[in-house]
C-alpha cells in the first residue's frame, strides 16, 4: 500500500485485483489495480405541454375548414389570456467521478430546456409560455402560437350545435 500512495494512487485500488497478482504469480504483466469513477452526466431538460397538442395524424388539408370537422377532431386547443400553454422543466446535474488520486471528476450538467414561443405568447419568469390572448394554440416551425381569430367559412346553424370560440370569430 506504501508504494501505491507514494506514486500518487489515493482511491479506487481494489483488494482483489492486488491478491490475484501475489496468488496467481502474475509477474511481468500490466495489469490494473485501480481504478476511478466515471462522472454522471445530468439529465437534459425538456419543455412540459399543458396543452396537448392535436390528435397526431391528423391534419387540416387547408385553413379554413369545417369548424365542426376541426372541433370534432380536435385541433382547436381553447386558451385563454393567462393560461400556460408549456412549462420548461429543469435540467439536473451531474455526479461528480474521482480520478484513483483522489482528484474529482466535474460532471457535466444536463442541458436547459428551450421555451420560446411566437405570436400572442410570452414567457413568463423563464419557465412559463403562456397565452397573451384568448384564443386557440397552435404549434408552427418550433414554435407555440395563439390565434385569437377562428375564421368559419359558411354559417353556425342549429345543426353545427352549439359553439364556442375563444377570441373573435368571423
Not at 482483489?16 to 485501480?34: C, D, G, M, N, T
Not at 462522472?39 to 419543455?47: K, R, T
Request: include cysteine.
Amino acid at each position: 500500500w506504501a508504494a501505491l500512495r507514494e506514486s500518487g494512487v489515493l482511491s479506487g485500488v481494489h483488494e482483489s485485483a492486488l491478491h490475484s497478482i501475489v496468488e496467481e504469480r502474475r509477474y511481468f504483466e500490466l495489469l490494473p489495480i485501480a481504478w476511478g469513477t466515471p462522472s454522471q452526466q445530468g439529465e437534459d431538460g425538456y419543455v412540459r405541454e399543458l396543452i396537448p397538442p392535436p390528435v397526431p395524424g391528423q391534419a387540416a388539408a387547408s385553413w379554413p375548414i369545417d369548424p365542426a370537422v376541426y372541433l370534432e377532431q380536435r385541433y382547436l386547443r381553447k386558451v385563454r389570456k393567462g393560461d400556460v400553454i408549456c412549462q420548461a422543466v429543469a435540467p439536473k446535474p451531474g455526479e461528480p467521478g474521482m480520478d484513483v488520486s483522489g482528484m474529482p471528476i466535474p460532471a457535466l450538467s444536463g442541458k436547459p430546456a428551450v421555451l420560446s414561443g411566437g405570436q400572442h405568447t410570452m414567457v413568463v419568469q423563464g419557465t412559463d409560455l403562456i397565452a397573451d390572448a384568448d384564443g386557440h394554440v397552435f404549434y408552427k416551425k418550433g414554435l407555440y402560437h395563439v390565434r385569437p381569430h377562428t375564421l368559419v367559412e359558411g354559417d353556425l346553424t342549429e345543426d353545427f350545435g352549439q359553439s364556442h370560440f375563444p377570441g373573435d370569430v368571423t
